[in-house]
Antibody, heavy 116, light 107 residues
Framework: QVQLKESGPGLVQPSQTLSLTCTVS????????VHWVRQPPGKGLEWMGR???????SYNSALKSRLSISRDTSKNQVFLKMNSLQTDDTGTYYC??????????WGQGVMVTVSS | DIQMTQSPASLSASLGETVSIECLAS??????LAWYQQKPGKSPQLLIY???SLQDGVPSRFSGSGSGTQYSLKINSLESEDAATYFC?????????FGGGTKLELK
């Protein structure tokens, strides 16, 4: 079955770089798009960016200068790197898949706290 | 960016009642609208896509409607398990944007 699982550090210091990995199973990264979405504690959802099935990327303009999404199809992994982290980057980061229309599968999410 | 204004922010209803949640887009999103349910500590679950298509496995008491800039999610015959926060998502153009969420409480 389709699964996505995020992994990465739970704590990042301010001004440092966040690196997250999404490991997928049950589908191919060369057939489906994968998106990153985040959610600050107790708040709403923010779309961050997308790795398209053909390797193209799109980013939220509000994050574009700090964000990079890449992949390793041989390992079924999608990576997120975001630099210059601040406290308002604290939240749960989700790896998700779209079904061609809307996100249909979400990972369990990984909580990232930005604090010294 | 397309702004999604969701209302109400919170809602309290009784078991068996029917409720509606609205999302207003800042421009035409051509039915590219999805609805999600999120329970505390859990990932969102897809309910409705393309404005009115019911995701497999979702109870038929959930329905979506709308067009252009105005969309709604209707939940008939509320059950206790429906207590959750609901979000809309426009996937018409990048950046995709979410509504602010509606917290549904059962009396």
């Amino acid at each position: 079955q389709v699964q996505l699982k995020e992994s990465g550090p739970g704590l990042v210091q301010p001004s440092q770089t966040l690196s997250l990995t999404c490991t997928v199973s049950g589908f191919s990264l060369t057939s489906y798009n994968v998106h990153w979405v985040r959610q600050p504690p107790g708040k709403g959802l923010e779309w961050m960016g997308r790795m398209r099935y053909n390797g193209d990327t799109s980013y939220n303009s509000a994050l574009k200068s700090r964000l990079s999404i890449s992949r390793d199809t041989s390992k079924n992994q999608v990576f997120l790197k975001m630099n210059s982290l601040q406290t308002d980057d604290t939240g749960t980061y989700y790896c998700t898949r779209d079904r061609g229309a809307a996100i249909d599968y979400w990972g369990q999410g990984v909580m990232v706290t930005v604090s010294s | 960016d397309i702004q999604m204004t969701q209302s109400p922010a919170s809602l309290s209803a009784s078991l068996g009642e029917t409720v509606s949640i609205e999302c207003l887009a800042s421009e035409d999103i051509y039915n590219n609208l999805a609805w999600y349910q999120q329970k505390p500590g859990k990932s969102p679950q897809l309910l409705i896509y393309y404005a009115s298509s019911l995701q497999d496995g979702v109870p038929s008491r959930f329905s979506g409607s709308g067009s252009g800039t105005q969309y709604s999610l209707k939940i008939n015959s509320l059950e206790s398990e429906d207590a959750a926060t609901y979000f809309c998502l426009q996937d018409s153009e990048y950046p995709w944007t979410f509504g602010g969420g509606t917290k549904l409480e059962l009396k």
